[in-house]
């Protein structure tokens, strides 16, 4: 079979037939009967091409959208289904997919018909129109062309885009420990002297954005801000600006000023003529402050003072400041000295701003560093400078402690008129000139090695002492043992005197009783030699007397001469005397040995003791014996 005859089959033909018919038989519809077919995730979007006879022929001046047939985009979108009369040279039928809007994320509506917005509008009120499904009862109920107020949240929605274009936006999220600080977009103008509008209720955090525009609500800052969350909030007509919320730490307190609000009544009292202290809520200084903690303000509506209400130091030296940063304008001070000296110091100043005062300083300086530059830095500064000129500077170096004390008690007088109380004044570095200051230190250097030099010889004192402490406690063994023998002698020296005294006293005793035996044996004895003296005396009396009665009876028989003679002789025999020495010695030429012996004189001599002799013997005296008792 040739390919002709293949294309010309019935088989062929009828194939081809068949396919035809599937693949145009919406087209064959679609002109014989004006059917069309809507997907079920589509919409047809109709366009009219021209009107018939009897027909509306033309749309009204302004108007983009037929609402009554007229040619043109049709207000009616076709939903799925099966439609049939829309001819295919009268009608334009294109299919639009459904609009979707994402979690998150909300759709902002632009109408491209409607009635025209009121002068200063930027937004269309809202109309009743199914969430702009209903494009004919959104152009029949006077909805207005532009960007409209309403918009819509997560889901799908069957919008006629031929009138309404969708946007899609993010939802607003404010995270925690932030403040959403609201500007709006549109509504009534704010009136003459106001900075934000007047609070509107119902609009549930200007999600409803309608409501606060049917309510009157103002264009522009707002005083009401949103906390932390997520917010459907239509970007045109409202804009946030996301800050952090107010923080009063520990140790301050927030003083408010208000910059909104009914005039409120001064509550500072007469006295006070620096400023209004009103109530909270009320435009000014509000009485009462924020106590530690974190607060959703509008820093363009209310501005928060941090006020330190522990003791606050300021310090005016270049080289040091502290944490809060008060003081970092405030520098050494200069000053002149009566004597011509130019000199710098140093000094802190510690203050305390009761809580109770603090709106009135706020109230009069507007913020601390204003009360710093205006008030302490020039009192105290001036003071000092006024102090030294009535002092050289070795009188105010060394007079530093009292004035520190007269410039804490004057400076005290000055900030209790401006609700401030002084802590303290505190001196500093004094940096005085550096000619008088090597004076100085010379000086000093001079005095402290004489102090060096008396207490290196009291320490070499100290040292000999530490020696001798040493020595005497190393010998403390010795002299423990020295003392403990002393103790034992003494102890022994006093048992010693005891004994001794008891020994005396017994022998005091004993003496006692043996004088009065001796006595008693004297008497006795004394009374014994008596008789026996008496007795031996007459014995010895009667031998001398017979003795010399016998001597005179010799002497008168023998002679004197013989006699004498006779006795020599005889004691010489007694008593072995030798009358021949050994060495002879002669008396001379006609004299015996016995002459030579004896001499003339011895022999005097001997007879002269025995005439003693026997005189003696003839007078012995016996004399009596008396009894002393």
């Known amino acids: 079979m040739d390919y002709l005859s293949y294309l010309t089959s019935p088989w062929t033909i009828g ?18 009967c004006g059917m069309v077919l809507i997907p079920e995730d589509k919409i047809g979007l109709v366009t009219k091409k021209f009107v018939l006879f ?6 009204p001046d302004g108007r983009i959208i037929a609402l009554n047939g007229e040619a043109g985009y049709q207000a009616d979108a076709l939903a799925p289904g099966l439609y049939f009369g829309y001819w295919i040279w009268q ?8 609009t979707k809007i994402p979690q998150g994320q909300l759709g902002l509506v632009i109408a491209k018909d409607g009635n025209e917005l009121p002068a200063g509008s930027i937004l269309a009120n809202a109309v009743e129109c199914d969430n702009f499904q209903d494009a004919r009862k959104f152009l029949t109920t006077g909805g207005k062309k532009g960007k409209q107020v309403s918009y819509i949240n997560t889901g799908v929605y069957r919008i006629n885009t031929l009138l309404f274009d969708v946007l899609p936006a993010e939802i607003e999220t404010i995270e925690d420990g932030q403040v959403g600080v609201i500007t709006t977009l549109d509504g009534v103008p704010l009136q003459h002297g106001q900075i934000a509008g007047k609070d509107v209720p119902g609009h549930n955090n200007f999600q409803n954005f309608d409501v606060f525009l049917k309510d009157g ?3 522009g800052l707002q005083t009401q801000v949103v906390l932390a969350g997520s917010y459907a909030i239509n970007p045109w007509a409202v ?5 952090p919320m107010t923080e009063v730490g520990i140790g301050n307190v927030g003083i408010v000023i208000s910059y909104v609000g009914d005039e409120g009544i001064d509550t500072s009292g007469s006295e006070f003529k620096h400023g209004n202290i009103v109530q909270r809520g009320q435009k000014g200084v509000w009485r009462d402050p924020l106590d530690p903690g974190k607060y959703p303000i509008n820093p363009y509506t209310h501005k928060i003072q941090v006020v330190p209400t522990t003791n606050l130091v300021l310090n005016w030296a270049d080289a040091r400041t502290e944490s809060h940063n008060l003081d970092k304008n405030l520098s050494t001070i200069t000053v002149r000295s009566k004597d011509g000296f130019q000199f710098n110091l140093d000094v802190s100043q510690i203050i305390h701003i009761p809580s109770t005062e603090a709106p009135k300083v706020i109230a009069r300086f507007g913020s601390i560093q204003n009360l710093v530059s205006q008030v302490l830095e020039p009192t105290i500064g001036n003071y000092f400078r006024n102090s030294a000129q009535d002092s050289d500077v070795i009188a105010f170096l060394s007079s530093r402690k009292e004035r520190q004390d007269a410039a804490k008690g004057r400076i005290s007088e000055v900030l209790r008129e401006y609700n401030v109380s002084a802590v303290d004044t505190l001196i500093g570095d004094i940096t005085p000139p550096g000619d008088l200051m090597k004076t100085l230190t010379d000086r000093k250097i001079a005095s402290e090695e004489e102090k060096t030099y008396e207490t290196q010889m009291n320490a070499q004192k100290v040292k000999q002492t530490l020696e001798k402490e040493t020595a005497l406690a190393n010998k403390q063994k010795e002299i423990v043992d020295a003392q403990q023998s002393v103790q034992i002698a003494e102890r022994r020296a006093e048992a010693s005197v005891k004994e001794a005294e008891g020994k005396a006293q017994s022998v005091k005793l004993n003496a006692g009783a043996e004088a009065e035996a001796t006595k008693l044996r004297a008497e006795a004895k004394a009374y014994e030699t008596e008789q026996v003296g008496k007795a031996e005396a007459t014995k010895i009396e009667s031998i ?4 010399a009665e016998a001597y005179r009876k010799q002497v008168d028989a023998m002679g004197s001469d013989n006699f004498s003679k006779f006795k020599i002789t005889e004691e010489i025999g007694k008593n072995g005397i030798k009358i021949i020495p050994e060495i002879l010695i002669t008396g001379g030429e006609n004299g015996g040995p016995i002459s030579g012996l004896l001499g003339l004189e011895l022999l005097k001599k001997i007879q002269s003791d025995n005439a003693t002799e026997a005189k003696t013997e003839a007078k012995v005296e016996v004399k009596p014996v008396t009894d002393k008792k």
């Open 15 to 32: 194939i081809a037939s068949f396919l035809f018919v599937l693949f145009t038989w919406k087209w064959i519809l679609r002109v014989l």
């Open 54 to 59: 009897g027909e509306n022929k033309s749309l």
């Open 91 to 98: 009608y334009d039928i294109s299919m639009q997919g459904f």
């Open 217 to 219: 609500g103002q264009r």
């Open 239 to 243: 804009k946030i600006e996301k800050v």
């Open 544 to 547: 001398g007397n017979a003795t």
